[in-house]
């Protein structure tokens, strides 16, 4: 709806002798507005000494009398129940307004227009003081970051200053927060906080607005796909929550984080100025108490607190945490399922079905589980190998063995090519097979140690075999391709060649001692 011309204030003017002109610069007011409220006076005779003594609403009525008639002509909307009703989830104006027209048509009233309806509701927010939840509702946004301020921590021993970084998360509709300190900004610190604050809040919400850092977002282009990296991602599909990061450079996309994040700085860090912490957890501690009282000190220019708004408001509009907490993964991609039916991760080896042998796989890895995935789809799960485990197995029997149907190497022809070597190589071979549990898991060990006879030949394979049995009970590739590599096998064979070569008994030419004096006795 167009604003009221204000028809008081022009007559004011023009009785101090100021030219129209000068009044629709000066004052931002259309010509025709200015020229009209002046034609009308001028017919009517009326000046400003006669409407002095009135307010602007009825000197408006006065010089337009018809536009006052078609403003009443509306049903007037219930905007404390329309205030009411935009605090539900996917309840909007819009919704409310079409609800708003079928009412006055039900009663056979004038519905007023949305641009209208919309301004009602406006100067009814601002006239009762009330929040616009057009902007906010509860449970719906989550709003987190880094607060560029900073607290420290003195390491007693050797008196270094640690930097501790402050990770807040921020409720707009009731501005309940969270603030957790941290000794770095990490991709894992940064994914843990998140799940403590859900905890905290003991809910999620429906978007999560974020900076574009590079922890969470990959890409954000003016246009497109925003891609966010696999860890957020699933942290986001874990909590049913959107992720949202606002635009680049746009902290105004997340006023109150930012604002938040401004406010701590005074309610914790500058609070906690003259204490020095020597511990990270008494710090923690120090920090969660006055995040506590930030969120219980009641507003200044509005009723309540943070928590109590939150508590009786919002708190029942989040989502429920689930109940299987979320575990922080890293993903490993195009790893290959050997012949052997085992996928290499870290140091250690996990089966798959072999029905996927040679076949491309991405590996899923918590503390607690290895999950392995073809296509996006999960085809097996195995418990995690404990990090100190070196060179370990996870077998799922019903991988392999009698259900491997056609496998293009067995035992037995990798046991043929070893005795077409020589006995020692059999003999490694055979040593490993038997350092297993299943035959299966020795296939690829066994072919890698055979498989160096092409590069290297058999006899110096062979070699190799016999020199490495001498001090290690079951070689394997690593130490095979090592003697090898370094020719260590020719060395290995010369001084076994020497050593067979028996002391010849024939004694030495004795010269006389003309040979020495040059003949001259």
């Given at each position: 709806?167009?604003?009221?011309?204000?028809?008081?204030?022009?007559?004011?003017?023009?009785?101090?002798?100021?030219?129209?002109?000068?009044?629709?610069?000066?004052?931002?007011?259309?010509?025709?507005?200015?020229?009209?409220?002046?034609?009308?006076?001028?017919?009517?005779?009326?000046?400003?000494?006669?409407?002095?003594?009135?307010?602007?609403?009825?000197?408006?009525?006065?010089?337009?009398?018809?536009?006052?008639?078609?403003?009443?002509?509306?049903?007037?909307?219930?905007?404390?129940?329309?205030?009411?009703?935009?605090?539900?989830?996917?309840?909007?104006?819009?919704?409310?307004?079409?609800?708003?027209?079928?009412?006055?048509?039900?009663?056979?009233?004038?519905?007023?227009?949305?641009s209208k309806f919309c301004e009602g509701y406006s100067e009814h927010t601002l006239s009762n003081k009330l929040t616009n939840h057009l902007k906010h509702k509860p449970g719906i946004v989550c709003e987190v970051d880094w607060s560029g301020k900073t607290m420290a921590l003195v390491d007693k021993y050797t008196g270094e200053i640690v930097t501790v970084y402050l990770f807040v998360g921020t409720l707009p509709y009731s501005q309940y927060?969270?603030?957790?300190?941290?000794?770095?900004?990490?991709?894992?610190?940064?994914?843990?906080?998140?799940?403590?604050?859900?905890?905290?809040?003991?809910?999620?919400?429906?978007?999560?607005?974020?900076?574009?850092?590079?922890?969470?977002?990959?890409?954000?282009?003016?246009?497109?796909?925003?891609?966010?990296?696999?860890?957020?991602?699933?942290?986001?599909?874990?909590?049913?929550?959107?992720?949202?990061?606002?635009?680049?450079?746009?902290?105004?996309?997340?006023?109150?984080?930012?604002?938040?994040?401004?406010?701590?700085?005074?309610?914790?860090?500058?609070?906690?100025?003259?204490?020095?912490?020597?511990?990270?957890?008494?710090?923690?501690?120090?920090?969660?108490?006055?995040?506590?009282?930030?969120?219980?000190?009641?507003?200044?220019?509005?009723?309540?607190s943070r928590l109590s708004i939150f508590e009786t408001n919002e708190k029942q509009f989040l989502r429920e945490v689930p109940s299987v907490p979320y575990m922080i993964a890293d993903w490993v991609y195009g790893h290959k399922v050997h012949i052997d039916c085992h996928v290499a991760f870290e140091t250690n080896r996990y089966s798959a079905p072999y029905s996927y042998v040679g076949k491309s796989v991405d590996i899923r890895a918590t503390?607690?589980?290895?999950?392995?995935?073809?296509?996006?789809?999960?085809?097996?799960?195995?418990?995690?190998?404990?990090?100190?485990?070196?060179?370990?197995?996870?077998?799922?029997?019903?991988?392999?063995?009698?259900?491997?149907?056609?496998?293009?190497?067995?035992?037995?022809?990798?046991?043929?090519?070893?005795?077409?070597?020589?006995?020692?190589?059999?003999?490694?071979?055979?040593?490993?097979?038997?350092?297993?549990?299943?035959?299966?898991?020795?296939?690829?060990?066994?072919?890698?140690?055979?498989?160096?006879?092409?590069?290297?030949?058999?006899?110096?394979?062979?070699?190799?075999?016999?020199?490495?049995?001498?001090?290690?009970?079951?070689?394997?590739?690593?130490?095979?391709?090592?003697?090898?590599?370094?020719?260590?096998?020719?060395?290995?064979?010369?001084?076994?060649?020497?050593?067979?070569?028996?002391?010849?008994?024939?004694?030495?030419?004795?010269?006389?001692?003309?040979?020495?004096?040059?003949?001259?006795?």
């Open positions: 709806m167009a604003r009221k011309i204000q028809v008081k204030k022009i007559l004011e003017l023009r009785k101090a002798n100021i030219s129209q002109n000068m009044i629709c610069k000066s004052r931002k007011m259309s010509h025709h507005s200015v020229s009209a409220v002046c034609k009308i006076a001028k017919n009517l005779g009326i000046t400003y000494d006669d409407v002095a003594e009135m307010n602007e609403i009825e000197v408006y009525r006065l010089f337009f009398p018809e536009k006052h008639v078609s403003e009443t002509l509306y049903l007037s909307p219930d905007y404390e129940m329309i205030h009411s009703e935009l605090k539900k989830t996917g309840v909007t104006l819009k919704l409310l307004w079409n609800e708003y027209k079928e009412l006055c048509a039900s009663k056979g009233a004038v519905s007023m227009g949305y927060s969270y603030v957790e300190p941290c000794l770095d900004m990490k991709q894992n610190t940064w994914l843990n906080c998140h799940v403590n604050m859900y905890n905290y809040f003991q809910g999620s919400t429906i978007r999560l607005i974020c900076d574009n850092l590079k922890t969470g977002v990959i890409k954000h282009p003016r246009e497109g796909d925003i891609i966010l990296n696999d860890k957020y991602q699933e942290l986001a599909n874990h909590y049913l929550t959107a992720i949202m990061p606002a635009g680049v450079k746009k902290p105004k996309h997340k006023p109150s984080v930012e604002g938040t994040v401004g406010k701590i700085a005074t309610a914790i860090i500058a609070k906690l100025r003259n204490e020095t912490f020597h511990n990270f957890a008494d710090l923690k501690a120090a920090v969660r108490e006055k995040l506590d009282d930030f969120n219980a000190e009641p507003f200044q220019k509005r009723e309540g503390d607690l589980l290895v999950e392995i995935y073809f296509n996006s789809e999960r085809i097996c799960t195995h418990k995690r190998l404990p990090s100190y485990a070196k060179y370990q197995w996870s077998t799922e029997e019903s991988h392999m063995s009698d259900h491997f149907q056609n496998p293009q190497w067995d035992d037995d022809r990798i046991l043929n090519w070893a005795s077409t070597i020589g006995p020692n190589t059999s003999t490694v071979i055979n040593r490993i097979f038997n350092s297993v549990k299943i035959k299966e898991q020795g296939y690829n060990t066994a072919l890698s140690v055979l498989r160096l006879s092409k590069k290297y030949t058999n006899q110096r394979l062979e070699i190799a075999c016999e020199q490495a049995l001498e001090k290690i009970h079951s070689p394997r590739y690593k130490n095979l391709n090592s003697i090898l590599s370094s020719n260590q096998d020719e060395l290995y064979q010369e001084r076994k060649k020497s050593k067979d070569k028996k002391p010849s008994k024939t004694q030495g030419y004795v010269r006389g001692k003309n040979f020495y004096n040059g003949g001259n006795d």
